[in-house]
């Protein structure tokens, strides 16, 4: 999902709740500087998309990993049984990303990507469209409805596979 649409909140809570292993992408780059540059313009590090694989390659073939990041399209297929894209309102976003200093281009790209479902449309070209589903992240209720929906999958393919 978009930043600010509640990726890290929800991924660790359900980590915690699941019993699960938790992977900030955006901290694991910080803490390797897996990194191939930075944008001036959006004034960020450039993501180096191939050591971030190779970095997380052994605790992926492991399993049991929720993987919190904006983008999905460079990692391989087979990581994944399920993926969730978060989804907020622009009125909620547009509020969280300016407390926490986007402004201008950066502000209005992140705004754009969300009303152009850019990062839905790359998770459903990534995989197969049935294990990508959208959830509403909006309020704290949305927050307690997608952790409660999320973990009823887990316990189901948990299952279904053991």
Known sequence: GTPGVGKTTLGKELASRAGLSYVNVGDLAKEGELYEGFDEEYDCPILDEDRVVDELEDRMSE?????????????????FHIVFVLRTENSFLYDRLESRGYTGKKLQDNIQCEIFQTLYEEAVLSYKKEIVHQ?????????ERNLDQIMQWIEQWMKDNN
């Open 63 to 79: 399993g049991g990993v929720i993987v919190d990041y904006h983008g999905c399209d460079f990692f391989p297929e087979r990581w």
């Open 135 to 143: 959830l509403p992240s909006n309020t704290p209720e949305d927050l």
